[in-house]
């Protein structure tokens, strides 16, 4: 076994097997073979993932775990963490899309061979794509290394780990006891093999991804190697603060600068020079351990393609650790791509994982920019967009405030999802610094450093679009900038986003729509627009078409005319001189005038009609007493616990009685996708998927679909009116065959609180159901029917009290509102 090889957990060997716990633990209890543990501790044991395969495969156990599964798990269960196996596999998955032929030599022999092989292939690959000083230095920066590898793997040959889907008849790698020693200089030659510069102050690294030394340190420090590694926990959007900056010696202070007394400049380099590339080829003494994954990724690619393959373990990465990051919802994206228009060059300074650059249209010639603090999250945005697009990639880790890696760019457009309420942004080390145009932040404006950030990488006539924290706009400490930033025209749109539409969701952000001037209209006017009417009720996202119809088609007419007629509680212009009061409050809803009352008394008349009518029907579907039939008398007391022979979903896959699939992350097809929050909510269909060549799965009438994070007992049989909608991520669908499984009768026992309970596992973020795990009776189908029925009608039970409450929300509302605006009157 390769030392330090990949490992997996009992609940690991459980999901890849299609059994619970338990079953794990049996069978090593009974199976004297079962491969013993490499690690962990003794009360939670991790096993070498290669080992329990094999075993697996002998016992003929591992049929009917998909690829997916074991690929994940492998990453999951990296030595050096699933981070850098993310970026190891997204370096393989380049290559395979766009020099597959490449990868296919590499990988024809050993694991050892193929580590040797690849930095020298992947440079090939990394250097045009993102540009010369990106990946050059890493594929020699250990080249000895390399060599030493290939040299112990030839004197003393190990088994490497199979790879995924490996076929029986495979060959183990150095299997020959008689195959001579690897001839470094014949069989593993460097693709580009021309010497080039060595990178600025090199530092050690023990992983793909390479961070900067500390901003502005001084000589001394310019040899440390305590330079953050990959593991590291990200802020939000790579807010990770960076070590103290000085002074430009070359800066003048702004018009509105106050710089603290102690702010002096002081000769230092520039922070350019400290802006450290996105990624460095990784040598292969590190790929070495990653190479069943990277075969596995490769597997994976083969059936999906490498650009889905990729997104399939990034997403499922982030849904494994929702705490960690801040993501910026698809819809959002687009909908700032949009306001930004048609653009040859895009910058996001806080790129996180590329949400908003990959939203971008593209067009010949375009280059996309990118930088974040976190190097690892620098790394996975620069090989999600080079899979994504023909673009010429620019990534770059540090800190875009202090350590600006694109200082002479000057942009086409801007797209920012930056760090809210960050203290230690640099104010004090960046009080003399040019970007300031229209004023020196105060430290809790942070926000607006990064929006004169934006402003300052834009050409004349450039677009930045920038998501805000609703108190940016009428923040008493930042009304200076934002009143020199409406006389000087800069600031050209604020949008309010609905309750939901991005993280934080308990708050309505704001979309901020600047443009650099290149002239000053002679009578300027700012678009307000508040789309919160467009909240959905529940757990699910706004409605994000009306979202974007509202908000597009306002802001077209407001570019062509210059200004916008109102829209009674949805838009309008406003002149700049009227937002320039004492506080300079640029909160759309202050602004707009409430819309009347949708028909005033008579709506609500008609409301409280739909709502009687509904509270009646109600009253019908009422179910009858628990103890007793529908429609029989009543027992003489409480049922008894009925005790019946159970099976579970894991087993009904396997012996064909259900077709089990999971929800994707894109899709030929164009159509409505099911969201968990739907599921949730009992709503419509509401989400959409980004467009790839994975095939969509289709919902069928009859099937089942069931949430698996959150910790509900939610099942819901697919009707005829959703029938057809894509399924979404996190949800997993039951097609059962109809002569064997009622769908009512398995949505119905899928739904029982203890059930759910034994097939979750619980994490410190998030419950996660197993539904291979969830139980229900083995009964006669006419058995079935008969519970499938009352199943079902405590569904349409459940339904009509929703659209009741609904209706109820909806006249109270109406009635505030209408007794508040003067349209129903109290008598």
Same mark, same amino acid.
């Given at each position: 076994m390769l030392e330090n090889a990949t490992e997996v957990t009992a609940a690991g060997i459980a999901r890849l097997a299609g059994v619970g716990r338990a079953a794990v633990s049996n069978w090593r209890r009974r199976h004297p073979d079962f491969p013993k543990p490499v690690g962990g501790s003794e009360t939670s044991p991790s096993f070498a993932l290669a080992e329990v395969e094999s075993w697996l495969r002998a016992q003929g156990k591992l049929a009917e775990v998909p690829l997916r599964e074991r690929v994940w798990q492998q990453l999951a269960g990296h030595p050096e963490g699933p981070l850098t196996a993310l970026v190891h596999a997204g370096c393989a998955l380049l290559l395979i899309h766009e020099r597959p032929t490449v990868w296919l030599d590499a990988s024809a022999g050993s694991d050892a061979r193929l580590a040797a092989m690849l930095p020298g292939a992947l440079e090939q690959v990394l250097r045009p794509r993102f540009g010369g000083a990106s990946a050059g230095a890493g594929a020699r920066s250990d080249a000895e290394g390399v060599n030493t590898a290939l040299t112990r793997s030839a004197v003393n040959p190990a088994p490497a780990a199979p790879p995924v889907n490996a076929s029986p008849a495979a060959p183990l790698v150095n299997a020959s006891s008689t195959a001579p020693p690897v001839d470094t200089s014949s069989v593993v030659p460097l693709v580009n093999t021309s010497p080039a510069p060595p990178p600025v102050n090199p530092v050690p690294t023990s992983s793909a991804v390479t961070a900067s030394p500390p901003v502005h340190s001084t000589p001394a420090a310019h040899g440390s190697t305590a330079s953050p590694t990959v593991h590291s926990t990200p802020a939000a959007h790579g807010s990770t603060a960076s070590p103290q900056a000085t002074l430009s010696p070359h800066a003048t202070p702004s018009p509105h600068a106050t710089p603290p007394p102690h702010a002096t400049p002081s000769p230092q380099d520039t922070p350019a020079a400290r802006a450290a590339p996105a990624l460095r080829t990784p040598t292969g003494p590190q790929l070495l351990p990653s190479a069943p994954l990277l075969r596995g990724a490769a597997e994976l690619a083969a059936e999906v393609g490498a650009r889905q393959a990729f997104e399939f373990l990034l997403g499922r990465h982030l849904d494994a650790n929702p705490r960690q990051y801040t993501l910026t919802p698809a819809e959002l994206a687009g909908l700032m791509a949009d306001l930004a228009g048609p653009a040859r060059t895009v910058l996001d300074p806080a790129c996180g994982t590329g949400a908003l650059l990959r939203a971008v249209d593209t067009r010949p010639g375009q280059e996309l920019y990118a930088q974040d603090s976190a190097p690892d999250l620098a790394a996975l945005s620069a090989l999600r967009l080079a899979l994504h697009t023909r673009a010429a990639v620019r990534g770059a880790v540090g800190d875009s405030l202090r350590a600006d890696a694109h200082p002479e760019l000057r942009a086409d457009a801007v797209l920012c999802h930056p760090p809210f309420n960050e203290r230690n942004w640099g104010h004090d080390e960046l009080a003399y610094d040019p970007r300031w145009e229209y004023g020196f932040p105060a430290r809790t404006e942070s926000e607006l450093a990064w929006v004169q950030h934006a402003l300052a990488r834009l050409t004349d006539g450039g677009t930045a679009v920038l998501v805000m924290p609703p108190a940016a706009a009428s923040r008493r400490s930042g009304r200076r900038i934002r009143a020199d930033l409406l006389r000087r025209g800069a600031l050209r749109a604020v949008v309010a986003l609905p309750v939901g539409?991005?993280?934080?969701?308990?708050?309505? &952000?704001?979309?901020?729509? &600047?443009?650099?001037?290149?002239?000053?209209?002679?009578?300027?006017?700012?678009?307000?627009?508040?789309?919160?009417?467009?909240?959905?009720?529940?757990?699910?996202?706004?409605?994000?078409?009306?979202?974007?119809?509202?908000?597009?088609?306002?802001?077209?007419?407001?570019?062509?005319?210059?200004?916008?007629?109102?829209r009674p509680g949805l838009a309008r212009s406003v002149p700049v001189i009227a937002l320039l009061g004492d506080d300079v409050d640029l909160a759309p809803a202050r602004h707009l005038p409430p819309p009347a009352v949708a028909g005033g008394a008579a709506h609500l008349a008609e409301v409280r009609e739909r709502l009687g009518e509904t509270l009646r029907l109600t009253d019908g579907l009422t179910p009858a007493?628990?103890?007793?039939?529908?429609?029989?008398?009543?027992?003489?007391?409480?049922?008894?616990?009925?005790?019946?022979?159970?099976?579970?979903?894991?087993?009904?896959?396997?012996?064909?009685?259900?077709?089990?699939?999971?929800?994707?992350?894109?899709?030929?097809?164009?159509?409505?996708?099911?969201?968990?929050?739907?599921?949730?909510?009992?709503?419509?269909?509401?989400?959409?998927?980004?467009?790839?060549?994975?095939?969509?799965?289709?919902?069928?009438?009859?099937?089942?679909?069931?949430?698996?994070?959150?910790?509900?007992?939610?099942?819901?049989?697919?009707?005829?009116?959703?029938?057809?909608?894509?399924?979404?991520?996190?949800?997993?669908?039951?097609?059962?065959?109809?002569?064997?499984?009622?769908?009512?009768?398995?949505?119905?026992?899928?739904?029982?609180?203890?059930?759910?309970?034994?097939?979750?596992?619980?994490?410190?973020?998030?419950?996660?159901?197993?539904?291979?795990? &969830?139980?229900?009776?083995?009964?006669?189908?006419?058995?079935?029917?008969?519970?499938?029925?009352?199943?079902?009608?405590?569904?349409?039970?459940?339904?009509?009290?929703?659209?009741?409450?609904?209706?109820?929300?909806?006249?109270?509302?109406?009635?505030?509102?209408?007794?508040?605006?003067?349209?129903? &009157?109290?008598g």
């Open positions: 539409a991005a993280p934080p969701y308990n708050i309505p &952000l704001h979309l901020w729509v &600047l443009r650099r001037p290149d002239r000053t209209p002679a009578a300027p006017e700012v678009l307000l627009v508040d789309t919160g009417r467009f909240a959905a009720g529940g757990r699910g996202g706004p409605d994000w078409v009306a979202v974007r119809e509202a908000v597009l088609d306002a802001w077209r007419v407001f570019g062509r005319a210059g200004r916008l007629a109102e007493p628990a103890d007793r039939a529908p429609d029989g008398p009543p027992s003489a007391g409480p049922a008894p616990a009925a005790r019946r022979p159970v099976t579970t979903i894991g087993e009904l896959a396997r012996g064909g009685a259900l077709v089990l699939r999971t929800g994707g992350n894109g899709g030929h097809a164009r159509v409505p996708v099911l969201t968990d929050h739907d599921v949730l909510a009992g709503t419509a269909p509401s989400g959409t998927l980004p467009e790839s060549e994975e095939e969509a799965v289709l919902t069928e009438t009859g099937d089942i679909v069931v949430p698996v994070l959150g910790g509900g007992s939610v099942a819901r049989v697919i009707d005829e009116g959703t029938a057809g909608a894509a399924l979404g991520r996190n949800l997993v669908l039951l097609r059962p065959d109809r002569a064997a499984l009622d769908p009512w009768f398995l949505a119905g026992f899928l739904r029982g609180t203890a059930n759910n309970r034994q097939a979750s596992s619980y994490a410190s973020t998030a419950t996660r159901l197993d539904v291979r795990r &969830l139980q229900l009776p083995r009964l006669p189908l006419e058995e079935q029917r008969r519970y499938g029925a009352r199943f079902r009608a405590l569904d349409e039970f459940e339904r009509a009290l929703r659209h009741a409450s609904r209706l109820g929300e909806q006249l109270v509302r109406g009635m505030y509102d209408g007794l508040t605006d003067g349209t129903v &009157l109290p």
